[in-house]
């Protein structure tokens, strides 16, 4: 029976350059032997973070990289932790040849992820086909993690930023990265809230 072997590389990052914690990116399972043709999910873990206390995710622009004569990407399933309280994260994930793109951007305040995150963690879940035989490595490359809080508004009518604030630390690529998922995420927002008006009142009895 033909085989795959999938190897894994495990990368250390450091968040913030001034803190003293050394931020650890993995994948988990360390190694897997598949059966071409089927499928295999590898979690990618985030470990190192801080215990109730700074620091903590509250955004991640990252690509994996893999083989791929041997693999394809299927599927991306976010985790939670960008997401305590269910009000939603902007999640975008894209595929190229050999390589897929991954980025999310939590909703939540700088606070309540210091106090609530947990320090160790799966950011996503990545679903692969098997598409030959041999042995393919995965790593991480363009790494960029985050911890700032960056609230912006706009009008959607005109597209104006009418809030920009940035609390924490950013370099220009990482602010300019999290600035175009916040304003993606006002639109989604903006939509939202157009649908429940509309569900509200169209669905609203006639008054006689």
């Given at each position: 029976m033909?085989?795959?072997?999938l190897?894994i590389?495990t990368?250390?990052?450091w968040?913030l350059l ?7 990116l ?6 897997a ?5 089927s ?5 990618l ?16 622009d ?17 985790a939670?932790?960008?997401?305590l309280?269910?009000?939603g994260s ?6 190229s ?5 991954l ?15 947990l ?13 030959g ?8 490359s363009?790494v960029?993690?985050g ?18 604030q ?10 300019t ?7 993606k995420g ?14 509200k ?8």
């Amino acid at each position: 029976m033909k085989k795959v072997l999938l190897t894994i590389s495990t990368v250390f990052l450091w968040l913030l350059l001034d803190q003293a914690h050394a931020i650890t990116l993995s994948f988990d399972p360390i190694s897997a032997e598949i059966t071409q043709g089927s499928g295999v999910e590898v979690n990618l873990v985030i470990s190192g973070l801080g215990t109730g206390t700074a620091p903590s995710l509250g955004t991640f622009d990252l690509d994996v990289d893999y083989d791929s004569s041997l693999l394809g990407v299927s599927n991306v399933l976010f985790a939670d932790q960008l997401d305590l309280f269910g009000l939603g994260s902007i999640t975008e994930w894209t595929s190229s040849i050999g390589s897929v793109n991954l980025s999310e951007l939590s909703l939540e305040l700088p606070s309540d992820l210091n106090l609530l995150q947990l320090d160790s963690f799966t950011l996503a879940t990545l679903s692969f086909d098997t598409l030959g035989v041999g042995s393919s490595l995965l790593s991480y490359s363009n790494v960029i993690l985050g911890d700032a809080d960056l609230p912006v508004a706009i009008s959607p009518r005109t597209g104006e930023v009418i809030l920009l604030q940035m609390d924490g630390h950013l370099t220009f690529d990482e602010f300019t990265k999290a600035f175009d998922l916040a304003v993606k995420g006002c639109h989604v927002v903006s939509e939202i809230q157009k649908k429940a008006l509309l569900d509200k009142y169209q669905s609203a009895p006639e008054e006689k």
